[in-house]
């Protein structure tokens, strides 16, 4: 299996630099600021941690599928949220984390040799690691031109979409979701997008656009103007670890299409791929709770609020980063060069080489780490 070397690897160096950081400022701190990994810091909501403990007793095995109530309260979730009502229940399925049905969905499709799997130019290297477990060929492509006048023999088998971006931040409007959608159905393409950000949208409502502002989310793809009234394709994929500070549970879902998530339950049955009873609890918990949600998007709003001026006034250009958990930055040089002149100041950021040729010039800075770090990271650029 030709797989590339884990990237975080080759961050080794820089981040050995960044934690020697030593300032004589009590504001800047000592050590290092990690704002390379999305990984929250904040602590679990109380009601999901609840919901977990009432479901500690587990001696039989879970379901599969997911339990009834469970696949019902996320379908909920997408009609309340994400303006998408017409979900069935019947395809919902919860997942052990986004990233392993990321990795293993052309498999569980049925990819093998001589199929495409297509997805962003700047984009989470796992979609490109999923279609090499596959046997299948990766394709990083921004537009549908990109694969020329393609027939349904020619045209890849499944599309990857990312909306908000890891890790640009960039959001997918309705009208381009719908042209998208479109396309793939006219060659028989799946269309999976990736939409574990939407919580996070830092866009004004003027930038949503008209109509749209009223809308708690980013567009999903299963949104009935996007869809035309049919999951027919499509499946939307969807994790609580940002929204809800749950990374360690692995608790996500996948929705969409019930055909289509159909054979993704058969294989997983076989496959012992279960998402832990207590943990389906606490995603139902997770679900059905926008209070937390709000209170953590709030945290994150101001945390963003402070680190994206001291960015600045370090030199570094932001772009797209209309929503999500990032700041995609650039200074106009290599991103390995912007790591190391961070890494200086104590403070390490994944380079944008991570993500694609084209993010060479940029580096992804997360918000997740503590009130205090982001200040000393700020106090550190600000110097």
């Known amino acids: 299996m030709d797989l590339p070397d884990f990237p975080w690897d080759s961050l080794a160096p820089a981040k050995e630099r960044a934690s020697s950081f030593v300032s004589p400022d009590p504001a800047q701190g000592e050590g290092i600021v990690d704002l390379s990994v999305g990984t929250p810091v904040d602590s679990t909501p109380e009601v999901v941690q609840t919901a977990l403990r009432e479901a500690a007793d587990a001696p039989g095995y879970p379901q599969t599928w997911g339990t009834p109530d469970l696949r019902e309260g996320i379908a909920q979730w997408f009609a309340r949220r994400r303006g998408a009502p017409g979900v069935d229940p019947a395809g919902v399925l919860p997942t052990v984390g986004s990233k392993e049905l990321v990795a293993w969905l052309p498999t569980l499709l049925g990819l093998t040799a001589g199929d495409t799997v297509a997805f962003p130019r700047v984009a989470y290297p796992t979609y490109d690691v999923g279609a090499r477990i596959a ?121 969409g299409d019930p055909a289509l998530v159909g054979r993704l339950l058969e294989v997983r049955k076989h496959a012992g791929m279960i998402v832990p009873w207590p943990v389906q609890r606490a995603l139902l918990a997770a679900v059905g709770d926008d209070a937390h949600v709000a209170a953590q998007r709030e945290i994150y709003r101001a945390r963003r609020e402070v680190l994206r001026p001291a960015l600045e006034g370090f030199g570094l250009r932001i772009d797209d980063s209309e929503a999500g958990l990032y700041l995609w930055a650039s200074a106009g040089e290599p991103s390995r060069v912007t790591v190391d002149r961070l890494a200086q100041r104590g403070i390490l950021v994944a380079p944008g080489d991570f993500y694609g040729a084209a993010g060479e010039q940029h580096v992804r800075v997360a918000l997740t780490a503590t009130d205090q770090r982001i200040a000393m990271s700020a106090a550190r650029l600000a110097a």
């Not at 890790?167 to 999976?192: F, M, N, Q």
Request: include cysteine; charged fraction near 20%; hydrophobic fraction near 40%.
């Open 135 to 255: 046997g299948a060929t990766p394709f990083a492509a921004d537009a549908t031109t990109a694969f020329g006048p393609t027939t349904p023999a020619s045209a890849p088998k499944l599309l990857w979409l990312n909306t908000p971006s890891n890790p640009t931040g960039k959001v997918l409007g309705v009208e381009h979701l719908a042209k998208v959608v479109a396309w793939a159905r006219e060659r028989g393409v799946v269309v999976a997008s990736d939409e574990c950000y939407a919580e996070l949208d830092w866009r004004t409502e003027e930038a949503r656009g008209e109509g749209y502002e009223a809308l708690p989310t980013t567009p999903s793809i299963l949104d009935p103007r996007v869809t035309g009234g049919s999951h027919e394709g499509l499946l939307a994929v969807y994790s609580t670890s940002k929204q809800s500070n749950l990374a360690g549970y692995r608790a996500a879902f996948v929705a």
